[in-house]
């Protein structure tokens, strides 16, 4: 058995600890150090989780351990600078999502991963839910899909900064299932189409409701719909998954095995599998990553696609009309070049004999 892998966790607030706990569980990895803005928060984060000897910083500098991957957890706003610096540093990324806050600063973090050459892999942990894999055979068995539908109905009252977004449906929920449908389907998105509104009777200052429909290369579409300020009767935080086959339909409540039926009117029952679900799914694909060479999914190039999905969707709401995946691209990867200071990111970038390339759509 291979010594486990020496993590350098950065991040201990509410989702730092669902690492912590995760970390802890796992015996192929092992936390050696603690990193948080807050010293006082990250010790109690770490005493409170199993992690009593592990030394804690403000910074990774302070820190006099060797490690051989970090794990950032911090607020969106900052992976672009702790997740780069790791890697320009030497070692491998385990990236909390959302990626970044934009395309541009993701294709930034594409590059230094290729200028590193260590994985930057993000934890789109969604992916990783048995029954998420259950219903994939089933789609697989059932043929191609025409349609794939998922609607998301809740009412929670976060307060903070979610209430104050202008898209808080989209930017902050949506990534989750745009970026499952891409898992499902097995193709990726062109182009999307989406109006996106505030009920009356909303508590949010932004639009918490929105409905998109995404056009697949393969001519598949997935039409999400949904609401943050939808009491009663509401779905799984997953949502509610049908697809469309001419072998039959499949659904998924997001939380239960999923259901499928033939078109013969035969059930096709669900296969579920022992394996690790959420985070630690994401953890356990990125030690073998690490330590294989194999490439994860959502590995960095892969799913800078599900955050353009994101910024497309908000730019069709903004403007009322049909927006291409690639066009967000190209414009982001525009931007990147003109504000990229580092100089051997800047290479990378314009080494590219394209984005839409880099990323794996076709141009």
Request: glycine fraction near 8%; include cysteine.
């Amino acid at each position: 058995m291979p010594e486990p892998l020496r993590l350098l966790q950065v991040g201990a607030g509410g989702m730092g600890r669902a690492w912590l706990r995760t970390i802890a569980a796992n015996p192929d990895v092992q936390l050696v150090g603690l990193v948080d803005l807050d010293l006082d928060v990250a010790r109690a984060a770490a005493d409170d989780n199993g992690h009593h000897d592990v030394p804690v910083a403000t910074s990774i500098e302070e820190l006099a351990v060797q490690f051989e991957a970090v794990i950032d957890v911090t607020v969106p706003v900052a992976h672009p600078k702790v997740s780069v610096e790791a890697l320009l540093g030497g070692v491998p990324v385990l990236c909390e999502k959302p990626l970044a806050e934009t395309v541009r600063e993701c294709l930034q973090m594409v590059a230094a991963s290729e200028v590193s050459g260590k994985l930057l892999m993000v934890s789109q942990s969604r992916r990783y839910f048995r029954a998420v894999n259950a219903f994939q055979r089933q789609l697989a068995e059932l043929g191609p899909i025409g349609t794939l539908s998922c609607e998301f109905y809740k009412a929670p009252r976060f307060g903070g900064f979610r209430e104050r977004m202008a898209e808080p449906l989209l930017v902050d929920m949506a990534i989750h299932q745009f970026d499952l449908s891409r898992k499902l389907i097995g193709s990726e998105p062109v182009s999307v189409y989406c109006d996106s509104y505030n009920p009356s009777w909303s508590w949010f200052d932004g639009n918490a409701a929105a409905s998109a429909i995404f056009t697949y290369a393969d001519g598949t579409r997935f039409a999400f719909t949904g609401s943050w300020c939808a009491p009663g009767l509401e779905t799984s935080w997953n949502g509610r998954w049908r697809a469309s086959t001419p072998g039959g339909t499949a659904t998924w409540d997001g939380d239960n095995p999923p259901v499928a039926e033939l078109a013969s009117g035969e059930a096709l029952p669900a296969v579920m599998a022992d394996e690790p679900e959420e985070i630690a799914g994401s953890l356990v694909e990125f030690v073998d990553a690490v330590r294989t060479s194999a490439s994860p999914q959502s590995e960095v190039h892969s799913n800078v696609i599900s955050l353009a999905m994101v910024e497309s969707a908000v730019r069709s709401a903004n403007t009322g009309a049909p927006v291409r995946i690639a066009d967000v691209i190209t414009d982001a990867y525009t931007e990147a070049l003109s504000t990229t200071q580092n100089p051997d990111l800047l290479a990378a970038l314009k080494s590219w004999t394209s984005p839409l390339t880099a990323v794996g759509l076709k141009p």
